[in-house]
């Protein structure tokens, strides 16, 4: 499995991602023949160069407007514009426009425009607005456009399996941008790294832009300190300015060779003993619209010999927060125990099966390469079931007599 690890110790921001992914091997002459396909090609350019920052050689890349004629150049290279009000201030459907009239692969439009919302969200959030009321000063401007989309093609380029990220480190202190002296992190930063475990005040400068947040947060599937996984290639993106540490973002390419998936989750519980069992049902679903993935409830004796039920609750550390809020809001419990579990999954991937009723969505589970297990989709099976009249179990039979033919035929 090929794995792509982002090591943010000094965080992250559009432009030291592009020279991290330039540095880690994606074709320099491609990636910008990409970004051609979005037709702006007179409103910048784009250098690319090696270069040291404290000790360490890495790639840097500088997007430079030309109506402006000044670089990409925001104290940490990133998608801020504080106070160049003559940036074009695009909003989203532009965006969107621009993305989707291009001549790029559908899933670089896809990544691409699924980092763009993470960024809209936030600032619609932040700002009180709808998501196309919003003119958004840092998205709509080019060089974060470039950012965005040039990560979505490098993204695509590498072709792996799974991206993973370290703790994020956010910075400290203050920045200046058209709305005043505001807080680091940003507003629109500590909205999209929400859910996300983040590190702050290594120095007292901005070190993740929203910019960085996004392709994060749209991307990264883990985050975790701990690498599990054999270092075959390293990248180094350069920031601009000069801090005590290393302004760099650091990448590993590499390789995991666990054939199971393995992710850390959390268990969450709570013990209920006054509460409407009516409840649960409505609990269970608002606990699964916010990113459970799984919840069961045990009945139990608590003190006293009163009956109660415990509900449990599997998450991951990106949905933590949101199932918490529900818990407390939605239960009467005022309290909830928690511990950190390791999930093994065996690899899975959903064909279509042709049967004579119809097509059916199955789940292939393999270990060690080899098919060990399927499952029909029960939706679709009740589906054909009743436009066809005919009872469950011989859809279900069908589909085992498709998939043990075509086993058969290989």
């Given at each position: 499995?090929r ?6 110790f000094?965080?992250?921001s559009?432009?030291?991602?592009l020279?991290a ?6 074709d320099?002459d491609?990636l910008?023949?990409e970004?051609?396909?979005l ?11 090696k ?12 997007v430079i407007i ?7 150049d925001?104290n940490?290279?990133?998608?801020h514009?504080?106070?160049?009000g003559d940036?074009h201030?695009?909003n989203l ?8 009239s291009?001549?790029?692969k559908d899933?670089?439009k896809?990544?691409?425009?699924n ?11 932040v700002?009180?607005?709808s998501l196309y009321?919003?003119h ?5 401007a ?11 093609i490098?993204?695509?380029y590498l072709?792996?399996?799974k ?5 994020v480190?956010?910075?400290g ?5 058209e709305h005043?002296?505001?807080?680091v ?9 929400k859910g996300?475990?983040i590190?702050t005040?290594?120095?007292s400068?901005e070190?993740t832009t ?6 994060l947060?749209?991307n990264?599937?883990?985050?975790t300190n701990k ?20 302004n ?8 995991e060779?666990?054939?199971?998936d393995?992710?850390?989750?959390y268990?969450?519980e709570?013990?209920i ?7 649960y049902?409505?609990?269970?679903e ?7 993935l799984?919840v069961?409830k ?9 009956p109660?039920i ?6 991951n550390?990106?949905?933590?927060k949101?199932?918490?809020e529900?818990?407390?809001k939605?239960?009467?419990?005022i ?6 579990v390791?999930?093994?999954?065996l690899k ?6 042709e ?10 589970s ?14 679709d ?16 039979r069908?589909?085992?007599?498709v ?5 058969n035929?290989k």
């Open positions: 499995m794995v792509l690890y982002y090591d943010c000094c965080g992250i559009g432009d030291m991602n020279g992914m330039i540095d880690l091997g994606v320099k491609y910008l023949k970004i051609s396909k037709k702006l090609d007179s409103e910048y350019e784009i250098n690319v160069k270069t040291i920052k404290k000790g360490i050689s890495g790639t840097k890349v500088d030309k109506s402006q004629g000044h670089h990409h925001h940490h290279g990133h998608s514009h504080h106070g160049h940036h201030h695009r459907e532009d965006i969107e426009n621009i993305i989707n291009s001549d790029l899933k670089i896809k990544l691409s425009l980092i763009f919302m993470q960024i809209a969200e936030a600032e619609a959030k700002h009180g607005k009321e919003v958004f000063h840092e998205v709509g080019i060089d974060s456009i470039i950012d965005i989309v040039g990560s979505a490098c993204l695509d072709e792996v399996d991206i993973m990220a370290s703790h480190q956010v910075g202190g203050f920045v200046k941008c005043g002296i505001i807080p992190p940003a507003p629109a930063t500590v909205e999209i790294l996300i475990p590190k005040g290594l120095v400068f070190t929203p910019t960085g947040a996004a392709i947060a749209a990264v599937k883990e985050f690498i599990g996984f054999s270092i075959d290639k390293v990248g180094y993106g350069i920031g601009n300015r000069e801090l005590e540490i290393p760099v973002l650091r990448v590993y390419l590499g390789r060779e666990r054939i199971e393995t992710e850390e989750q268990i969450l709570a013990n003993d006054d509460m409407n069992p009516e409840f049902s409505y609990v269970e608002r606990l699964f619209e916010e990113g459970a799984d069961f045990t009945p139990i004796i608590m003190k006293k010999g009163r109660a415990k509900l449990t609750i599997l998450v550390e990106k949905k933590k949101d199932v918490l529900v818990v407390f939605e239960t009467t419990s309290g909830i125990r928690k511990y950190k390791e999930k093994i999954m899975r991937e959903f064909i279509k099966v049967t004579k009723y119809g097509g059916v969505m199955v789940k292939n393999y270990h060690q390469d080899k098919l060990v297990k399927y499952k029909a989709e029960y939706e099976c009740k589906r054909l079931a009743r436009e066809n009249n005919i009872p469950l179990e011989e859809v279900y069908e589909v085992r007599k998939i043990q033919e075509d086993i035929d």
